[in-house]
């Protein structure tokens, strides 16, 4: 039997990854405002993931029978901090100033949500870890880099999948986990949901 699928997000890529792979869903954003209390990287996401995956579901007007929500949430740590999308340009050079030359971690949390036949719901929550390592850029390249405006919207500004390729030396974890979603996960788990063990 299937299932409706709603993807908790507004990023385009975690949009592309699932297109990509032929699940056909619809979109869900939360307005609701985002905090956490957790303090290690993989539980904030998880937690925020979470979040948004819940706050899409009470947003829905009608029943969540048979429906299947993903929540997602990414996160870049550099020595224990976590780096979010740049607010300007400076900090966006601050950010890549940090991360060249260095290796850091990608944590993304996904909070999958799902409704059975009778409006029972399931939980299930995971976070992934990759590891990135940036080649060393100097002053020129980080800035030509920022007038892209590839990094403003990303956190820890820059995406793997855009113009920072050409700086990411070699990653050890899932490529896609940086990009915005461990889709393989996600499949698995929709696939699971489903009731298809073919």
């Not at 990509?20 to 996401?45: C, H, K, L, M």
């Not at 740049?86 to 799902?114: C, R, W």
């Not at 100097?138 to 820059?158: C, F, H, R, V, W």
């Amino acid at each position: 039997m299937n299932k409706r699928v709603i993807l908790a997000s507004a990023s385009p890529r975690r949009r592309e990854l699932l297109e990509q792979i032929g699940i056909a869903f619809e979109t869900g954003v939360s307005n609701q405002e985002e905090t956490y209390i957790s303090t290690r990287p993989s539980d904030i996401v998880k937690e925020l993931s979470s979040q948004k995956a819940y706050n899409v579901a009470s947003e829905i007007k009608e029943e969540l029978k048979n429906t299947i929500l993903i929540g997602a949430d990414t996160v870049v740590v550099f020595q224990n901090e976590i780096l979010g999308k740049p607010k300007d340009e400076e900090e966006a050079y601050q950010m890549l100033s940090n991360l060249q030359g260095n290796v850091h971690q990608v944590f993304t949390g996904t909070t999958i949500l799902s409704y059975d036949d009778k409006g029972k719901l399931t939980e299930d929550q995971h976070a992934t870890e990759t590891k990135v390592f940036v080649h060393e850029m100097n002053e020129l390249e980080i800035k030509s880099y920022i007038q892209t405006g590839e990094p403003m919207d990303k956190a820890g500004a820059y995406g793997i999948q855009g113009r920072f390729a050409a700086y990411i030396d070699k990653i050890e974890g899932d490529y896609y986990n940086v990009v915005g979603l461990p889709i393989s996960y996600v499949y698995q788990q929709i696939k699971k949901k489903m009731g298809d063990e073919k």
